[in-house]
């Protein structure tokens, strides 16, 4: 079955502009995490949603949202960017029963 | 707060030279420790879950250990294409999707 769907996948973006990630589940998964990884802090918790609902979150300014859709595709928008929000936005879905999570392949958001 | 180290942070290897890298946790009531690898460019895939001491699992060359501090992740015989990073990684207690990850051990495996 297909897997984890995130686009685009490259972003140059300028300081204080906004941008909004996208991201398309695995079929059947309810369950949708937000990661950043950057080279130096490794893969840092965004938020989780689950059927339209954040469930948890990371500590993150809130400059960092996102949102759940019906069909479990979910979205991240990050606003008023910084040169530091430069990074690898990982999105990873997973199924109500299982633990593990299957990542996508990242959007590597770059901000000038 | 919920903490994973990885060590080393980089791994050489010759091919067919067997190594363990290592993943210490702390954390309050462990719910699972999660083994991922990443290839450059990539999310990182799924490897192994392990619930509890004395827990392990094996996949072709890599076998994962689980004790109350640490996890360790034997390569036996590693070949070039097991060369990535290896990232571990603990559920908090915000629920499983809520995921403290390691730093990594970026492996090389040199022909």
């Known amino acids: 079955k297909a897997g984890v769907t995130q686009t685009p996948r490259y972003l140059i973006k300028t300081r204080g502009q906004q941008v909004t990630l996208s991201c398309s589940p695995i079929?059947?998964?309810?369950?949708v995490s937000w990661y950043q990884q950057t080279p130096g802090q490794g893969l840092q918790f965004l938020f989780e949603y689950f059927s339209e609902t954040q469930r948890n979150k990371g500590n993150f300014p809130g400059r960092f949202s996102g949102r759940q859709f019906s069909n479990s595709r979910s979205e991240m928008n990050v606003s008023t960017l910084e040169l530091g929000d430069s990074a690898l936005y990982l999105c990873?879905?997973?199924?109500?029963?299982?633990?593990?999570?299957?990542f996508g392949q990242g959007t590597r958001l770059t901000v000038v | 707060e919920d903490q994973v180290t990885q060590s080393p942070e980089a791994l050489r290897l010759q091919e067919g030279e067997s190594s363990s890298l290592n993943c210490s946790y702390t954390?309050?009531?462990?719910?699972?420790l999660f083994w991922y690898r990443q290839d450059p460019g990539k999310g990182p895939e799924f490897l192994f879950t392990l619930y509890s001491a004395g827990e392990e699992k094996e996949k072709e060359r890599l076998k994962a250990t689980l004790t109350k501090k640490e996890s360790f992740l034997h390569i036996t015989a590693p070949k070039p294409e097991d060369s990535a990073t290896y990232l571990c990684a603990v559920p908090n207690s915000g629920g499983y999707q809520k995921v403290t990850f390691g730093i990594g051990t970026k492996l090389q495996v040199i022909p």
């Open positions: 954390v309050s009531g462990l719910r699972g």
């Open positions: 990873a879905s997973s199924s109500t029963q299982n633990t593990e999570a299957f």
């Open positions: 079929s059947g998964h309810r369950s």
